[in-house]
C-alpha cells in the first residue's frame, strides 16, 4: 500500500517546504515503521558528561530529537553532537534552554538574561546578543532552542519568570522576545516561544505543580493572546504547550467542567488544539514542556501522560524517564482508540517539516576546527559587556549611599548566600567582594559568629544571587539564611552604618526589606554583571536600566 505524500499545511507558513523538502519528508515517512514512527515523536534529555554518551544509548533508539545539558568543553560537547547526528538514520533536532546567563553556553560567550536586557530596552542591542546567542549554538550543532519566554510577569513572587522574561510589560515583552526570535531563525535555530497559554500571573511553579493561568478570556487575548499571534505572524516555527491551565477557556466550552478546568494545556485538547491550533492558526511544530514535571504528574502518572499529550494535540514529548514504558502507554493507547493514528502520523509529519525547514535534511555542516573558532569571538564578547554595562538598574538611594569609594566605604561588610542556581548545585561565592578588594576596599564577608556585626564598618552591602530557575517553590529575602542567627536577623544598620543591597537576579527584594535606604537591580548572577554593577555603584558607569518590573511589589512605603 502507498504511503500518503507530504500534506499540503508544509507548504504553508511557518515551514514554507518547498517540492524538494517535501519529497525528503514524504520518503522519509514512508521509511518509518512501528516504533520508530513514534520515537521521532521524543526528545531525549542529555545530561552529565560527554563521556557518559560514548556508548549507543542515543542511535539505538533513533529518537526525533535530543536536549544536551552542555558542559564547559566546547569542542568536546561538539565531536558529540556530530557523532550523533552522523549516527542517526533521520537528522536529530538538537535542542537546548538559551535564556542567557546561567543558562548561557558554559563555553561561549557570556550573555544577559532576557531581564536585564528588557532594562536595557534596547531592541537592536536584544538581536545582536539573540544573533550571538544563536550563532555559537548553531556552530556546535543546536539547532533548536526552547525560547523566546512570552510569559509576563505579573505576580511577583513568582519564583519561576522573572529573570527568565522580559519583564511585565506587554509592549515591551513582544518588542524583546520578538526581536530574539528573528535572530534565532535567521541564525538556523529554530525558536519556540513559551510557556503555552501563559505563565506570569501565578506565583507559583509548574514544575512542582500544575499553575492557573487566571485570566478572563478577553484578558487573556489582550495580553498572550496578543502576543502569540504576533509570534505566529513572523513566522515562529514552535510553541511550547506547558503544565498551566486556563480555566476560562475550557468553562467557555463547558461551564460543568469542574477539575477539567484545571487540566494543564499540555495534556488538553481544548487548549492546544481548539485555542491554539484552530483559533489562534499555529500550524507550526507543538512540543510539550518536560513532561515528567509534576505539573503534569500531580495531575495524570507519567506513562499514561505521554499518549494523553500526543492526543492533546502535542507534536513531540520532551523528555521520558522510562521510554519502553512510555511505548507502550501510546501503543496501548493506540490500540484502545484513545488516540487516533491519523493524530499520530500528524505529529510526525511536523516533525519532520520542522527538520526539513531548518534544512537539516541537506547535512551540510562546515569543518569543527571552522565553527570553533567562531565562539566567544572579541566583537561578541564587546557587545555582551556593552549589555552588562547598561542593565544596572538603580531603584532608590534615599540616603546618598552610592556613589561608593575606598576614601568614604573603605571598611565594608558583605552580607551575601552566594549565587544559588538548582541547576548548577550548592551556593558558589561571588566574585564582588574580590572585584572590591582589588578596587581598594576592605571587605570581610559576614559569618553568624560576626556578633558585633555592622560595628566598625564604613558600608554594609547586601548581596543576593537568586535568578528564577527552576522548583523553588519560593524566592524570598529570607533574612535567617542570610544572617545565619535568629538574632542577627533581626538587626537592620542602617541607621548607624551607610546600607545597600544589590540583587544579581531575583528583582523583588524590596518587599521583605522595603526601608533598605539604597536598592539596586542587576538582574544576573554572572561575574561580568557584578564587574559591571560595581563599576555604577562606585560611579565610574551610569545606572543606565530602567525597571522592566515593579520593584517596588505595589508597596507605596518601599519607595520611600
Known amino acids: 500500500m502507498s504511503q500518503p505524500a507530504a500534506p499540503d499545511f508544509l507548504r504553508s507558513a511557518p515551514f514554507h517546504l518547498d517540492d524538494a523538502a517535501m519529497a525528503w519528508v514524504s520518503e522519509t515517512a514512508a521509511r518509518l515503521e512501528g516504533d520508530a514512527r513514534i520515537l521521532q515523536l521524543f526528545v531525549i534529555g542529555m545530561h552529565g558528561p560527554v563521556a557518559a554518551w560514548d556508548g549507543d544509548q542515543i542511535s539505538r533508539l533513533q529518537p526525533g530529537g535530543v536536549m544536551r545539558f552542555f558542559s564547559a568543553d566546547g569542542p568536546a560537547e561538539a565531536r558529540l553532537l556530530d557523532r550523533l547526528q552522523d549516527e542517526a538514520d533521520i537528522p536529530l533536532l538538537v535542542s537546548a534552554d538559551l535564556e542567557g546567563s546561567r543558562m548561557s553556553l558554559a563555553f561561549g560567550t557570556v550573555l544577559p538574561n532576557p531581564l536585564a536586557l528588557a532594562a536595557v530596552d534596547d531592541v537592536a542591542l536584544t538581536a545582536d546578543v539573540s544573533g550571538i546567542m544563536a550563532g555559537e549554538a548553531r556552530a556546535i550543532g543546536v539547532n533548536w532552542s526552547y525560547t523566546p519566554v512570552l510569559d509576563i510577569n505579573a505576580a511577583f513572587r513568582s519564583p519561576i519568570v522573572a529573570t527568565r522574561g522580559y519583564g511585565s510589560d506587554v509592549d515591551r515583552i513582544g518588542r524583546h522576545a520578538l526581536a530574539q526570535a528573528r535572530a534565532f531563525q535567521e541564525a538556523g535555530v529554530a525558536a519556540c516561544v513559551k510557556h503555552w497559554p501563559g505563565e506570569g500571573f501565578d506565583d507559583r511553579d509548574q514544575h512542582l505543580l500544575t499553575t492557573v493561568n487566571p485570566l478572563s478570556m478577553d484578558d487573556w487575548e489582550e495580553r498572550f493572546g496578543r502576543l502569540y499571534r504576533d509570534a505566529f505572524a513572523q513566522d515562529v516555527l514552535s510553541v511550547m504547550s506547558a503544565h498551566i491551565a486556563l480555566p476560562s477557556f475550557v468553562r467557555g466550552l463547558d461551564p460543568e467542567a469542574g477539575l477539567e478546568a484545571f487540566r494543564p494545556a499540555s495534556l488538553s485538547h481544548p487548549l492546544t488544539t481548539e485555542l491554539l491550533r484552530n483559533r489562534l492558526g499555529f500550524n507550526g511544530l507543538i512540543v510539550s514542556d518536560a513532561s515528567e514535571m509534576a505539573g503534569v504528574t500531580a495531575f495524570m502518572a507519567p506513562g499514561e501522560a505521554k499518549a494523553e499529550m500526543l492526543r492533546a494535540g502535542c507534536d513531540m514529548i520532551l523528555f521520558s524517564s522510562d521510554m519502553d514504558r512510555d511505548l507502550g502507554g501510546i501503543k496501548a493507547s493506540l490500540a484502545a482508540g484513545r488516540l487516533s493514528r491519523e493524530r499520530?502520523?500528524?505529529?510526525?509529519?511536523?516533525?519532520?517539516?520542522?527538520?526539513?525547514?531548518?534544512?537539516?535534511?541537506?547535512?551540510?555542516?562546515?569543518?569543527?576546527?571552522?565553527?570553533?573558532?567562531?565562539?566567544?569571538?572579541?566583537?561578541?564578547?564587546?557587545?555582551a559587556t556593552s549589555a552588562f554595562e547598561r542593565a544596572p538598574t538603580l531603584v532608590k538611594d534615599v540616603q546618598g549611599v552610592f556613589p561608593l569609594s575606598p576614601e568614604r566605604h573603605r571598611k565594608v561588610l558583605?552580607?551575601?548566600?552566594?549565587?544559588?542556581?538548582?541547576?548548577?548545585?550548592?551556593?558558589?561565592?561571588?566574585?564582588?567582594?574580590?572585584?572590591?578588594?582589588?578596587?581598594?576596599?576592605?571587605?570581610?564577608?559576614?559569618?553568624?559568629?560576626?556578633?558585633?556585626?555592622?560595628?566598625?564598618?564604613?558600608?554594609?552591602?547586601?548581596?543576593?544571587?537568586?535568578?528564577?530557575?527552576?522548583?523553588?517553590?519560593?524566592?524570598?529575602?529570607?533574612?535567617?539564611?542570610?544572617?545565619?542567627?535568629?538574632?542577627?536577623?533581626?538587626?537592620?544598620?542602617?541607621?548607624?552604618?551607610?546600607?545597600?543591597?544589590?540583587?544579581?537576579?531575583?528583582?523583588?527584594?524590596?518587599?521583605?526589606?522595603?526601608?533598605?535606604?539604597?536598592?539596586?537591580?542587576?538582574?544576573c548572577t554572572s561575574d561580568e554583571m557584578q564587574a559591571a554593577a560595581l563599576d555604577c555603584m562606585m560611579g565610574l558607569k551610569p545606572f543606565a536600566g530602567n525597571s522592566p518590573v515593579d520593584p517596588f511589589c505595589g508597596l507605596e512605603d518601599a519607595r520611600y
Do not use: C
Open 414 to 523: 558583605f552580607v551575601t548566600t552566594g549565587v544559588v542556581s538548582p541547576l548548577h548545585g550548592a551556593a558558589t561565592p561571588m566574585v564582588l567582594p574580590e572585584l572590591m578588594r582589588q578596587r581598594g576596599f576592605a571587605v570581610d564577608v559576614h559569618a553568624p559568629d560576626n556578633k558585633g556585626f555592622a560595628e566598625g564598618y564604613d558600608l554594609v552591602l547586601y548581596a543576593l544571587g537568586e535568578e528564577t530557575l527552576l522548583t523553588r517553590g519560593r524566592i524570598f529575602l529570607d533574612w535567617l539564611r542570610l544572617m545565619g542567627d535568629f538574632r542577627m536577623a533581626m538587626k537592620r544598620p542602617w541607621h548607624e552604618v551607610p546600607t545597600a543591597m544589590v540583587s544579581f537576579g531575583y528583582p523583588y527584594y524590596l518587599y521583605d526589606a522595603p526601608r533598605m535606604p539604597a536598592y539596586v537591580n542587576a538582574y
Open 344 to 383: 499520530l502520523d500528524e505529529a510526525l509529519w511536523r516533525v519532520l517539516g520542522l527538520k526539513a525547514a531548518l534544512g537539516l535534511h541537506e547535512k551540510a555542516r562546515p569543518p569543527l576546527d571552522q565553527r570553533l573558532a567562531t565562539l566567544r569571538q572579541p566583537q561578541a564578547t564587546a557587545t
